[in-house]
C-alpha cells in the first residue's frame, strides 16, 4: 500500500469511529451526573484509533469528537473556557494514547491510561477553576474543596477511563482485533 492509500484509509477508519464515539456517548449510559459527566464508552473508540494510527491522527479524531460532542450531544458550558476545557481539550487529549502505537500490550496499557488519564486530568481541573464555585454536595458529601469537588464529580470518566483501558486490553487478547489495535496490517 502506498502512503496516500494509508493516509484515506486513516481518515475513512477516524470518521466511521468518531461517529462510533458519539454514539456510544448516548448509550449506553452506565451512570449519570445532573450536570454532565457519565460511564459510558465513548473514549474506546478514539483510544483504539489513536492505538492504531498514532499520535496525530489520534489528536486529529480526539478534537473532532470534543467538537461534535459539545455540538450534538447537549454539552453544558457556562463559557468559552468550559467548551475548551470539557469538551476540545479533554478529549482531543483522548489521542494521548497514540504514544502506545506499535508497542505490543504495555503500549496498549500504557497509551490508553495517558489517553484516559488526560482526558479525567483536563475535566478535573476545569471542573476545579470554572465549575468549583458552582458547588453542591456530591453523593451526599459537603463540598468545601474545589479540586476534591471536582474530583468526585468526574469521578464517572475516571471509571469510563478503567474501563476503557480494560476493554483494551481485552481486545488484544483476540487476535484479529489485537492485529488491527496494534496497526499490524498497515504497510
Known sequence: MNKTHNAVRAMVEGAILVAIAEGLGYFP??????????VTLMMLPIVIYALRWGLGDGLLAGLALGILDFMLGGGVSIGWQSILGDYVVA????GL??????????GV????????????VSIWITGATLWGEYMFDVYGLPMDNEFIYSFLYNLPVLISGVITVALCVALCSVKPTRKYMLGEDIA
Open 29 to 38: 449510559k452506565l451512570w449519570q451526573m445532573p450536570y454532565g459527566g457519565s
Open 91 to 94: 478529549i482531543t487529549a483522548l
Open 97 to 106: 494514547a497514540g504514544l502506545g502505537r506499535r508497542r505490543g500490550l504495555p
Open 109 to 120: 496499557v500504557l497509551g490508553a491510561a495517558l489517553g484516559c488519564l488526560g482526558r479525567f
